[in-house]
Protein backbone atom coordinates (compact mmCIF):
# COMPACT_ATOMS: atom_id res chain seq x y z
CA UNK A 1 0.00 0.00 0.00
CA UNK A 2 0.98 3.50 -0.67
CA UNK A 3 -0.12 6.55 1.00
CA UNK A 4 0.38 9.75 -0.94
CA UNK A 5 -1.69 13.54 -0.61
CA UNK A 6 -3.54 14.93 -3.56
CA UNK A 7 -4.66 18.12 -4.93
CA UNK A 8 -6.80 20.04 -7.56
CA UNK A 9 -3.86 20.81 -9.44
CA UNK A 10 -2.72 17.18 -9.83
CA UNK A 11 -6.02 16.74 -12.18
CA UNK A 12 -5.23 20.03 -13.25
CA UNK A 13 -8.18 21.63 -11.63
CA UNK A 14 -8.18 24.91 -9.72
CA UNK A 15 -7.68 25.39 -5.97
CA UNK A 16 -10.99 25.58 -4.09
CA UNK A 17 -11.81 26.61 -0.25
CA UNK A 18 -13.75 23.92 1.86
CA UNK A 19 -16.69 26.70 2.02
CA UNK A 20 -16.60 26.29 -1.69
CA UNK A 21 -17.03 22.94 -1.75
CA UNK A 22 -19.71 22.48 1.12
CA UNK A 23 -22.50 20.62 -0.25
CA UNK A 24 -25.28 20.60 2.81
CA UNK A 25 -27.34 17.17 2.40
CA UNK A 26 -28.37 14.62 0.42
CA UNK A 27 -30.66 16.67 -1.20
CA UNK A 28 -28.60 19.75 -2.07
CA UNK A 29 -25.61 17.15 -2.98
CA UNK A 30 -28.23 15.95 -5.90
CA UNK A 31 -29.43 19.28 -6.59
CA UNK A 32 -25.41 20.56 -7.20
CA UNK A 33 -25.00 17.14 -9.34
CA UNK A 34 -27.59 17.87 -11.85
CA UNK A 35 -26.74 21.76 -11.85
CA UNK A 36 -22.84 20.44 -12.68
CA UNK A 37 -24.80 18.21 -15.04
CA UNK A 38 -26.33 20.91 -16.83
CA UNK A 39 -23.11 23.72 -17.09
CA UNK A 40 -22.30 25.26 -13.36
CA UNK A 41 -18.70 25.63 -13.86
CA UNK A 42 -17.49 25.91 -10.43
CA UNK A 43 -15.61 24.45 -7.36
CA UNK A 44 -18.62 22.39 -7.26
CA UNK A 45 -17.59 21.00 -10.68
CA UNK A 46 -14.04 20.42 -10.18
CA UNK A 47 -14.46 18.31 -7.28
CA UNK A 48 -17.42 16.10 -9.12
CA UNK A 49 -14.68 15.91 -11.79
CA UNK A 50 -11.71 15.09 -9.40
CA UNK A 51 -14.22 12.11 -8.03
CA UNK A 52 -14.81 10.74 -11.33
CA UNK A 53 -11.28 11.06 -12.40
CA UNK A 54 -9.84 9.11 -9.36
CA UNK A 55 -12.17 6.53 -10.70
CA UNK A 56 -11.08 6.83 -13.86
CA UNK A 57 -7.82 6.35 -13.58
CA UNK A 58 -7.88 3.55 -10.96
CA UNK A 59 -9.82 1.65 -13.46
CA UNK A 60 -6.99 1.91 -15.73
CA UNK A 61 -9.36 4.27 -18.41
CA UNK A 62 -6.50 7.02 -18.31
CA UNK A 63 -2.56 7.03 -17.83
CA UNK A 64 -2.71 9.71 -15.57
CA UNK A 65 -5.27 12.17 -13.33
CA UNK A 66 -4.99 14.69 -16.10
CA UNK A 67 -5.70 12.85 -18.71
CA UNK A 68 -8.65 11.87 -16.32
CA UNK A 69 -9.79 15.04 -15.70
CA UNK A 70 -10.34 15.54 -19.47
CA UNK A 71 -12.47 12.26 -19.61
CA UNK A 72 -14.51 12.99 -16.89
CA UNK A 73 -15.11 16.79 -17.78
CA UNK A 74 -15.75 15.45 -21.50
CA UNK A 75 -18.40 13.28 -20.10
CA UNK A 76 -20.05 15.88 -18.17
CA UNK A 77 -20.02 18.10 -21.08
CA UNK A 78 -21.28 15.69 -23.91
CA UNK A 79 -24.12 14.73 -21.29
CA UNK A 80 -22.89 11.22 -21.39
CA UNK A 81 -22.73 11.37 -17.23
CA UNK A 82 -26.02 13.05 -17.12
CA UNK A 83 -27.40 10.07 -19.17
CA UNK A 84 -25.90 7.54 -16.84
CA UNK A 85 -27.36 9.14 -13.69
CA UNK A 86 -30.79 9.50 -15.52
CA UNK A 87 -30.41 5.28 -16.06
CA UNK A 88 -29.03 4.42 -12.77
CA UNK A 89 -32.27 6.29 -11.40
CA UNK A 90 -34.50 4.48 -13.24
CA UNK A 91 -33.09 0.87 -12.22
CA UNK A 92 -32.92 1.89 -8.86
CA UNK A 93 -36.62 3.86 -8.40
CA UNK A 94 -39.06 1.64 -6.83
CA UNK A 95 -41.22 -0.42 -8.47
CA UNK A 96 -38.43 -1.41 -11.08
CA UNK A 97 -38.46 -5.15 -11.68
CA UNK A 98 -35.12 -7.28 -12.12
CA UNK A 99 -36.48 -7.94 -15.88
CA UNK A 100 -36.37 -3.92 -16.37
CA UNK A 101 -33.31 -3.46 -15.03
CA UNK A 102 -31.43 -6.69 -17.98
CA UNK A 103 -30.01 -4.95 -20.68
Do not use: H, Q, W, Y
Not at 77 to 96: P, Y
Amino acid sequence: MRIFELGPGDFGLRSSSLEELSGGDAGASARIIREVFSGRDDAARDLIVANAAAGLFIGGAATDLRAAAGLAAASIDSGAAAAKLAELVKATTLGSSPVELLP
